[in-house]
């Protein structure tokens, strides 16, 4: 089995089991726009993998295997969908971009943005140098830094 598949899977049963203590067949299909038969041969698979206890008829929960994926793979959606929307990606975009990137990020890269949004979460103002990047994305225009973000200094750079 595909480990987006098995991703995409445990991420959506985790989401829904926080909403509902077991997870149906339907459930899923319908947020997924998929039929019924192939969230069950999935599931099926999933059991046999051992990252969900799938009881016909009853629903499914994930094993200690599965969260343990679903909670990371989580972490990164939410980072990344953080992370586009600090750049002024629309939340429906950056919601849906992060459904894929997460799949495929490298752990170092997935390391620095994480440290980069909690970076810019801890920042009790919108930082300027953004500021000045959405600016230059909505109009091309750049900004340079004034002599009081340089902290009183002229600088002969183009400094952010």
Known sequence: MRKKTIE????LIYVL???KNKVHTNDVANILSISPASVTETFQKLSDEDYIIYEKYSGVRLTTKGKKIAVETKRKHDTLKSFLMILGVSE???DEDACKIEHITNP???KRFTKFVEFVKK????PKWLTRFRHY???GEYLPCT???NNGK???KNQI
């Not at 920042?123 to 919108?126: A, C, G, K, L, V």
């Open 147 to 149: 002599i009081e973000e």
């Open 108 to 110: 170092e890269t997935m």
């Open 17 to 19: 089991e926080k909403k």
């Open 137 to 139: 994305y909505s109009t």
């Open 123 to 126: 920042i009790n103002q919108e």
């Open 92 to 94: 429906d975009i950056a």
């Open 8 to 11: 995409d899977y445990v991420e």
């Open 154 to 156: 002229k600088s002969t």
